[in-house]
């Protein structure tokens, strides 16, 4: 956005947010660069540091002689308000949550001069970004002094599934589901993996234990600083053994409870701001809305979990490849097995052209009274929810990532689908989707409303 391209006198504010290593710094940077903006980038001081840092910037990109020197953030916002307006320039402050954090105030002094301006109609732009995920969702939320006061709000996400499997030149799609397992979307990885790809398929064993299995890589320690940099975490032993507990499969919040050793309300607190961190996810059991599961957000975190955390000092001790051989089996059924299926879910969410008009995509359990089962629904699609309708469902989909799908897999479907026709679903047109990481049985060609997706429509 070109300065002259800017419209209008009214205020405006911003708020970007996004994990750490998904180059939000640098959109934002260059953001300001573009513009001619001034960009300032808080790190952990005090506040008399921090108003000191922030003064001498403000200093050099105004370009005066006298240097700027304020007491407190009420001068520091007051000086920096009438600088943008005057200049018309975007000003951008990085890593706010530092300075929020020894400032608490700052955010309500934000806002006034917000109202001010707005009153003035002052031509102010000030863009708030930060990694604290849990810090950032609060400023807007709630009672909180900005909340009605933005005009943005992003999240700088990780790259997509495909998106990702470009950036690291995979064009193998079995071997890039493998990489996305361990390290997902997140661009940074790549460098601090030290630009090493997978040479193939048949090196993708070598790659693991010579970039996040080895010590002296900059990737090996990445999940546990990805913990320590999120503000609301204090007793990391704590939350790092809720993310355990949820990646060795114990999904429920009585089964994350028990892992750990504490009550169901005791956990309370952790889950929520491991959610706010967007390190978990709570994931509502499309077909029992009192029910939902958690999932790790972050495969890197995930993969910690289940290979490293465990073996950490035969890791350290240079044992990478006695630790992978004994934890290649737990990788696969713990790790790329559920990954792969939220790989599917978001196949149909972001790629798949089948459906005209999804609404909501998730999984779930449809329960068989008669035969005392329980049946897992991988990838279940519903219609956009219409009032006084019956809920219609697309399509119900199972995943397997290491087995070829055959009619009986076809067969677990379609007594799923009986069993929600019997509850009152609309399935006259559910079509039964079987999605498969290694192939499927020649005889599902004939079958009729089935649907087969591999690895090649994923990537397609």
Not at 200 to 213: A, E, I, K, Q
Request: charged share 25%; proline share 5%.
């Amino acid at each position: 956005m070109k300065r002259s391209e800017r419209s209008g006198d009214r205020p405006r504010l911003g708020v970007v947010s996004g994990r750490r290593r998904q180059g939000k710094t640098f959109l934002v940077e260059s953001l300001a660069h573009e513009t001619g903006g001034f960009y300032f980038e808080a790190t952990e001081a005090t506040e008399t540091e921090s108003l000191r840092l922030f003064a001498a910037a403000l200093t050099e990109h105004v370009g005066q002689p006298a240097p700027f020197s304020f007491a407190n953030w009420d001068d520091a916002i007051k000086q920096l308000f009438v600088i943008s307006a005057e200049r018309r320039e975007l000003v951008v402050i990085d890593e706010f949550p530092y300075l929020s954090k020894v400032s608490p105030a700052l955010p309500s002094i934000i806002q006034r001069e917000i109202d001010r301006a707005v009153f003035r109609d002052a031509p102010v732009s000030l863009l708030l970004c930060g990694s604290a995920m849990s810090v950032m969702g609060r400023l807007l939320a709630g009672s909180a002094p900005l909340r009605g006061r933005a005009s943005l709000e992003m999240v700088v996400r990780p790259f997509d599934y495909r998106l990702a499997a470009q950036y690291w030149g995979i064009t193998d799609p079995r071997l890039a589901v493998e990489v996305h397992a361990v390290v997902g979307g997140t661009p940074a990885y790549l460098p601090l993996a030290n630009g090493d790809t997978p040479d193939g398929p048949d090196d993708f064993d070598d790659w693991v234990r010579r970039t996040v299995l080895r010590p002296t890589a900059p990737v090996f320690k990445e999940a546990r600083y990805l913990l320590k940099e999120e503000a609301e975490v204090h007793d990391s032993a704590m939350y790092h053994s809720v993310l355990a507990a949820v990646a060795a499969g114990n999904c429920t919040r009585g089964g994350i409870a028990g892992y750990v050793g504490r009550k169901a309300a005791d956990i309370g607190h952790h889950l929520n701001v491991l959610e706010d961190s967007c390190f978990l996810r709570r994931e509502p059991d499309v077909f029992r809305s009192s029910r939902s599961v958690y999932r790790v957000c972050e495969p890197l975190i995930n993969f910690y979990h289940v290979v490293m955390r465990s073996r950490w000092g035969s890791l350290e001790s240079g044992r990478a490849a006695n630790v992978w051989k004994d934890s290649r089996a737990r990788f696969r059924d713990q790790v790329l097995g559920p990954h792969f299926e939220e790989m599917c879910r978001q196949f149909v969410l972001l790629h798949d052209d089948s459906y005209e008009d999804p609404g909501e995509i998730g999984a779930g359990v449809v329960v068989d009274p008669v035969r005392h089962e329980q049946i897992q629904i991988d990838v279940a699609v519903f219609a956009a929810a219409m009032p006084g309708e019956r809920k219609r469902v697309l399509s119900l989909g199972e995943v397997e990532w290491g087995r070829t799908m055959g009619p009986g897999h076809v067969d677990r479907l379609r007594r799923a689908k009986d069993l929600l026709d019997a509850k009152g679903y609309d399935v006259r047109d559910t079509v039964l989707v079987c999605y498969s990481g290694v192939g499927f049985d020649g005889a599902l060609a004939g079958e009729r409303g089935v649907r087969t997706v591999g690895l090649g429509e994923l990537y397609g």
